[in-house]
């Protein structure tokens, strides 16, 4: 597949492949074993406009392409998929209000989300209702000017961090998903707290946590679009943002084949590099088809949506569900490469199958992905 971008972008993929292997590489077992927001990781790319990426530039973006994003997703990944989440999280978080709002709102919350100031969150998941979000009860009543929001979002990332969190809620709980709004809620709002922070299998830097609405009051100028079209966004929303998923799984995957080569290489055994057997060298070969496939897929639905055709919800679900479950498999094979030691915290491949785990689940696990792609199929 020939790869169109422009220069400056090859350019820039090029630099934060560098700045990857210097500066994230060297914190990611760090962020893993203390489970805390690297914050550091946030300013740096706030400060190489990385977070800038998926902003247009009349609000303060780089306005570049999402083939480019997605490349930068997969090299931040390939070092560490915590601080690869900050890109992803900002995009998901945001763009709602990229999709739906007006003006206004836009020039109201997207320059800071783009300078990185600002940290966006997506709040969709309820304790009650995962996979099936539009059986939500979040409730949002219309009052003056102003809105009233009761409920609790869960598994929410940037729980807590966030200044901008785009929340749905139910405005007509009699109209189903049709009666679902989405809204702007800042950080600060009264009536607005974090709830529980989970403790979790892998992105242990990545804060995952609930909002809670009590009676909080927001202006009625925060709903984006109109009343009833929440559930619309949130879904062109997820088409959008899942192939991210996708890279963040295949840069995971690629840090674990990059890794267990290497070793494969060094590693001795009845006076031979392992690598020699063709047991170990196959298993890499098969690893290196999967991630090579997934790579394909993944930058195919970029350019996909650069091209801007609509309907690209197959495409994304194909790259989501394959570039995940290589990840799964790639990770699993590299510890075993490693053999004893690839089960220690002290090499990185432990922590990346930890955490590719997360890639078949969050934006639409992949049973709904087959679903999604299911459906396309008997159209
Ligand atoms: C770390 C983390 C971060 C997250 N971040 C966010 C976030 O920022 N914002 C947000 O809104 N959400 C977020 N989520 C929530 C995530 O999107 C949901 O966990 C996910 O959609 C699945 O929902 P659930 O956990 O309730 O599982 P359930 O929906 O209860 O599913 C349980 C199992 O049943 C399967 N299943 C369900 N329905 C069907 C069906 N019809 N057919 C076949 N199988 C089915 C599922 O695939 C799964 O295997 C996050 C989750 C995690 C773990």
Redesign the pocket.
């Known amino acids: 597949m020939a790869i169109q971008m422009a220069a400056e972008e090859k350019m820039l993929i090029e630099m934060v492949r560098d700045l990857a292997r210097e500066k994230v590489t060297p914190r990611a077992a760090e962020i893993d074993d203390t489970g805390e927001f690297p914050w550091d990781m946030k300013a740096l790319l706030a400060q190489q406009d990385i977070l800038a990426m998926p902003f247009p530039e009349e609000y303060g973006g780089t306005g570049s392409s999402e083939l480019s994003i997605l490349m930068v997703i997969e090299e931040l990944a390939k070092a560490c998929a915590t601080t690869s989440l900050i890109l992803c999280?900002q995009q998901?978080?945001s763009l709602p209000i990229l999709l739906a709002g007006t003006d206004e709102q836009k020039r109201a919350w997207i320059p800071r989300l783009a300078s990185g100031e600002w940290l966006a969150?997506?709040?969709?998941?309820e304790p009650g209702?995962?996979?099936?979000?539009g059986a939500m009860s979040t409730r949002a009543v219309r009052k003056g000017d102003k809105y009233i929001l009761n409920g609790v979002?869960?598994?929410?990332?940037?729980?807590g961090l966030a200044h901008v969190n785009t929340v749905?809620a139910s405005t007509d709980p009699s109209a189903g998903t049709r009666g679902i709004s989405a809204f702007v809620v800042e950080d600060g709002t009264p009536g607005f707290h974090l709830g529980k922070v989970?403790h979790?299998m892998?992105?242990r830097g990545?804060q995952?946590g609930e909002l809670v609405f009590e009676d909080c009051e927001i202006p009625a100028g925060n709903l984006l679009g109109r009343e009833g079209e929440g559930f619309k966004i949130a879904l062109a929303t997820l088409d959008r943002t899942r192939p991210g998923i996708a890279a963040q799984a295949l840069g995971i995957a690629q840090g674990a084949l990059d890794f267990a080569v290497q070793y494969a290489k060094q590693r001795v055994q009845f006076g031979q590099p392992i690598i020699a057997n063709q047991a170990i060298a196959f298993m890499l070969a098969d690893m290196d088809i999967k991630v090579e496939a997934a790579r394909q897929l993944v930058y195919h639905v970029g350019e996909l949506m650069d091209s801007g055709a609509t309907g690209f919800g197959r495409e994304s679900a194909i790259a989501k569900t394959f570039a995940s479950d290589t990840a799964i498999e790639v990770t699993n094979d590299a510890i075993q490469v490693l053999g004893g030691y690839g089960y220690m915290k002290e090499f990185p491949v432990e922590r990346m199958m930890r955490d590719a785990k997360?890639t078949q689940?969050?934006?639409?696990?992949?049973?709904?992905q087959?679903?999604v792609i299911a459906r396309a199929l008997s159209r």
């Open positions: 999280v998901l978080g969150s997506f709040g969709l998941t209702s995962g996979s099936d979000a979002k869960h598994f929410i990332t940037n729980a749905f989970e979790k892998g992105i990545s995952t997360i689940i969050y934006e639409g696990t992949n049973q709904i087959r679903m």
